[in-house]
């Protein structure tokens, strides 16, 4: 079982910059693949951007050159660096863990932390 608490969201100015952190529960933390998802209202739920256990990336095409993901295995934690804020970044920002084994999937998420890009 992997629990995770993201933090770091909030109001922002358009042009601003964020930066949230999803700190991870257990000792298997760097054998997880991690990715950022959003949901705005009345949207599905999206992928942002993610990284594999061995340090690969891949983001959303609109977020490209914005945002960048990264994680600090030590600390358990992976994070979304975002500049460049845009009002239609503005969604509910999640954190997931996934890993997949010959016997199950492993799929966890995070409760979610609120972005807000306004003037």
């Known amino acids: 079982q992997v629990q995770l608490v993201e933090s770091g969201g909030g109001l922002v100015q358009p042009g601003g910059s964020l930066r949230l952190s999803c700190a991870a529960s257990?000792?298997?933390?760097?054998?997880?693949?991690m990715g950022w998802y959003r949901q705005a209202p009345g949207k599905q739920r999206e992928l942002v951007a993610g990284?594999?256990?061995?340090?690969?990336?891949n983001y959303t095409d609109s977020v490209k050159g914005r945002f960048t993901i990264s994680r600090d295995n030590n600390k358990n934690t992976v994070y979304l660096q975002m500049n460049s804020l845009k009002p239609e970044d503005t969604a509910v920002y999640y954190c997931?863990?996934?890993?997949?084994?010959?016997?199950?999937?492993?799929?966890?998420w995070g409760q979610g932390t609120q972005v807000t890009v306004s003037s």
């Open positions: 257990g000792s298997t933390f760097r054998l997880y693949t």
């Open positions: 990284i594999t256990s061995g340090g690969s990336t």
């Open positions: 997931n863990a996934a890993r997949s084994r010959p016997w199950r999937e492993y799929d966890y």
